[in-house]
């Protein structure tokens, strides 16, 4: 297959990657598990990669810029590279509605693909994969500056002040499979609050419960 030439890896179980490329617009056998998975492979890669390649910088610098490096922006552009638009499966609906095109299902399936090959073949070969796809994506000290969604404002937030990070757990989803919103619920555990957002993939629902807890931490506590 085409697609892993382009990956550099060829899957002993071809089905995770028939799964990883699967929208839940098409099967009930869909990506969003493996999506879970990969994006804490990926994390843990780019962070692995971060502190090898910038030894100076200390915690809160890594954290922005690996935010900025995972964000949808970068992994869409990523994967449009993969060709992931010609090969990701989504039903009719979707499909005519530009499925294909939209950043936030390119990006998700992107980490469902790093997650199957993760279970495909272990964290070495996953990693490897990570550093091919971000090789030619600058990564400087500068991209700092950038600016913070409001998953990293939280995250930044509650580091300044020793807490543990936030958590993040989806609980329902709303709509027809072609047109799918999910609820997802922001916690922070140490200060008992917990906030709810909606958004039309996982990770702008993420970012909605994010700047919800952001308002609410705002409004109640003298930051």
Not at 168 to 179: I, P, S, W
Not at 206 to 218: D, F, V
Request: hydrophobic share 40%; charged share 25%.
């Amino acid at each position: 297959m085409a697609l892993q030439q382009r990956l550099q890896h060829v899957f002993s179980n071809p089905a995770l990657l028939t799964r990883a490329l699967t929208h839940r617009s098409f099967s009930a056998d869909h990506y969003e598990r493996l999506e879970f998975l990969g994006d804490s492979v990926l994390g843990l890669a780019i962070s692995d990669l971060l502190y090898a390649r910038l030894q100076d910088l200390p915690e809160g610098d890594l954290s922005r810029i690996r935010a900025n490096l995972v964000r949808q922006e970068t992994l869409h552009q990523l994967a449009v590279g993969l060709g992931l638009p010609d090969v990701i499966r989504l039903g009719e609906g979707e499909m005519r509605s530009g499925g294909q095109k939209r950043p936030s299902i390119l990006a998700d399936t992107l980490e469902a693909v790093i997650g199957a090959v993760y279970l495909d073949a272990g964290f070495e070969r996953a990693q490897a994969l990570v550093q091919r796809l971000f090789h030619a994506v600058e990564i400087n000290p500068q991209m700092e500056a950038i600016g913070k969604d409001a998953k990293t404002e939280l995250q930044e937030w509650l580091q300044g002040r020793k807490m543990k990070l936030p958590q993040y757990q989806v609980v329902g989803t709303l709509g027809v499979a072609h047109k799918q919103s999910f609820d997802v619920e922001c916690e922070v555990p140490e200060l008992r609050l917990s906030e709810r957002g909606i958004g039309g993939s996982r990770r702008a629902a993420e970012q909605a419960a994010a700047a919800a807890m952001l308002q609410t931490i705002k409004s109640k506590i003298k930051t």
